[in-house]
């Protein structure tokens, strides 16, 4: 069964530094997220990307924040000068409609 | 505003006891519910949904779900369950803005279950 992967794992970055999420939606799928889980908190959303433009985003997702599909397969995350406060488990996910979302297995971010 | 509250973060049982996961929404658009699954070290996988019809919604691995849009509730049930369920659970709503949607989450509820 089809899956969305996520690179890396686990990335640990010192805070000021940018870091890139990967992830790759499944194949057919058109509509494209990222959410994010603090310790402890709840999944919050932070940016829908549907037709190679962002549809919707968060009030978390300021300008530290832009999200690309370079190249029709992969979907990153990148945050240009990490804090603390962005250590938090981030997941993509992907869906052929509007409706169901496919979520990868999350990157696991540590701002030291 | 739109919003996802799970009653219990905790809650642990010993196997072939009944698990019930009470989950409540906020939110007047049309609504399209979600139970997630995680399990320790796995993704977010999707148990069961809602989008209309019969509220009663079975799921995978023998969890099922009842809409009750009265009390805005969407709570998860299992008549027996089994060690291997011990996860954490996610009641979700997905919002409409304009033609687009995301899925807003309650807190996770931890379920721990004992042999």
């Known amino acids: 069964e089809p899956e969305v992967t996520q690179t890396p794992s686990h990335q640990v970055t010192q805070m000021g530094q940018e870091v890139i999420l990967r992830c790759v939606p499944i194949?057919?799928?058109?509509?494209f997220y990222w959410y994010r889980q603090i310790l402890g908190q709840k999944v919050e959303f932070l940016v829908s990307?549907?037709?190679?433009?962002?549809?919707?985003k968060s009030e978390i997702f300021d300008d530290q924040f832009s999200v690309e599909r370079p190249d029709g397969s992969n979907f990153t995350l990148k945050i240009r000068s990490t804090k603390l406060e962005d250590s938090a488990m981030y997941f993509c996910?992907?869906?052929?409609?509007?409706?169901?979302?496919?979520f990868g297995p999350g990157t696991r971010l540590t701002v030291t | 505003a739109q919003s996802v509250s799970q009653h219990n973060h905790h809650v642990i049982l010993s196997e072939a006891a009944s698990l019930e996961l009470g989950c409540n929404y906020s939110?007047?658009?049309?609504?399209?519910l979600f139970w997630y699954v995680q399990y320790p070290g796995q993704h977010l996988q999707l148990l069961l949904k809602?989008?209309?019809?019969?509220?009663l919604v079975k799921g995978i691995k023998g969890f099922e779900a009842e809409f009750i849009k009265s009390k805005f509730s969407f709570n998860l049930r299992k008549p027996s369950v089994q060690w291997s369920d011990t996860a954490e659970y996610f009641c979700?709503?997905?919002?409409?803005?304009?033609?687009?949607?995301?899925?807003?989450f309650g807190a996770g509820t931890r379920l721990a279950v004992h042999p």
């Open positions: 996910a992907s869906s052929w409609t509007t409706y169901e979302q496919y």
């Open positions: 194949s057919n799928h058109l509509y």
């Open positions: 990307f549907y037709n190679n433009e962002i549809s919707e």
């Open positions: 939110y007047g658009g049309t609504v399209n």
């Open positions: 809602y989008f209309s019809g019969d509220p």
């Open positions: 979700a709503v997905l919002v409409w803005d304009g033609g687009y949607n995301k899925l807003i």
